[in-house]
């Protein structure tokens, strides 16, 4: 048992932002039945540096609480006190992506960390290869986009109310990039007069105004869109409607995929649905009609529609 006011905080903790609510919760618990799960900490000059604990630290004070329960450990180097502190939270959910990034980001420095693959680093840092590479994303960000990920956070944490469809959060920028890379990659007509920060300034803005409210069709329809090219749709129609989509402010991404993929796209699912229904008929067709007849007068019927609405579409076609 020692006292809250010998403990010093860890600059090295990745925890920047504190979910005021949960704090709330804790600090009542806490005054309710005291800290359950001992603090940890490590000898420093005259006093502790903590490596776990933050929140209740925090909440003791507020307590005035003279005496927190500690586990007290042998002095750990810059790395290992990072280290310790993602392997203690790896089975918590206690930070938002961007502090666990922000922390990795000073591992990856470290001679132990350089040259590593994903999956190594994953490995030696007790984090899981997912987070690790979603990590590396975010670190790939101008700071300007990092930046406007912790101010999202803190602005909720004050108590500021955004609306989910606005939230500049890890997953939107995430999802943008991937959007972005397909666009890098396939449409060079359009990455040429845009940088990666540039494309991303104006997904910020449209996520801003709520046009781009969807976060998972940001990175899943805004590649079909980009892809509708070279599955047989206008090349043309569609560098002009991820212009569109880059420089109209309320110009949706659903709009898009309507106006440059979703015609070529449809023809493509429909000629597989076709194709997979000639090997069903085929097998179909292997049955003897009393083996059918319990279903033969609604397989007619759906037949001869089906019949009749290829002749009507090939009329419109051909």
């Not at 003791?60 to 500690?70: C, T, W």
């Amino acid at each position: 048992m020692i006292s809250p006011d010998s403990i010093r905080e860890n600059p090295e903790n990745p925890r920047i932002i504190w979910k005021q609510k949960e704090m709330q919760q804790l600090l009542e618990s806490i005054d309710q039945s005291g800290i359950i799960v001992p603090l940890i900490v490590y000898p420093d000059d005259s006093g502790y540096r903590l490596l776990d604990g933050a929140r209740r630290l925090r909440c003791a004070r507020r307590l005035n609480l003279k005496k927190v329960p500690a586990n007290v450990i042998a002095k750990p180097t810059p790395v290992q006190n990072i280290l310790q502190m993602f392997h203690i939270h790896n089975v918590r959910e206690d930070w938002e992506l961007i502090e666990t990034a922000k922390k990795l980001d000073v591992l990856l420095q470290d001679e132990a960390f350089k040259g590593k693959g994903a999956k190594e680093i994953a490995r030696l840092a007790g984090l899981t290869l997912s987070t690790v590479n979603r990590c590396k994303e975010l670190l790939s960000l101008d700071q300007s986009h990092q930046r406007l990920i912790l101010d999202t956070y803190q602005r909720l944490e004050k108590g500021e109310a955004i609306g989910e469809e606005t939230k500049l959060t890890e997953d939107f920028f995430i999802e943008s990039k991937r959007a972005i890379s397909s666009i890098n990659r396939f449409l060079k007509e359009v990455s040429r007069d845009y940088d990666e920060k540039k494309l991303l300034d104006k997904f910020v803005e449209k996520r801003k105004r709520g046009t781009f409210s969807n976060v998972i069709e940001i990175g899943r329809t805004i590649p079909k869109i980009v892809g509708a090219s070279r599955k047989g749709a206008s090349r043309e129609k569609v560098i002009n409607t991820v212009r569109r989509l880059i420089e109209e402010p309320d110009f949706t991404i659903e709009e898009a995929y309507q106006i440059a993929a979703l015609p070529i796209l449809a023809s493509v699912d429909i000629e597989k649905t076709c194709a997979d229904l000639i090997e069903e008929l085929a097998h179909l067709r292997q049955f003897r009609k009393k083996e059918l007849e319990g279903r033969k007068q609604e397989l007619v019927k759906i037949l001869k529609e089906l019949r009749s609405s290829i002749e009507e579409t090939l009329g419109e076609i051909e």
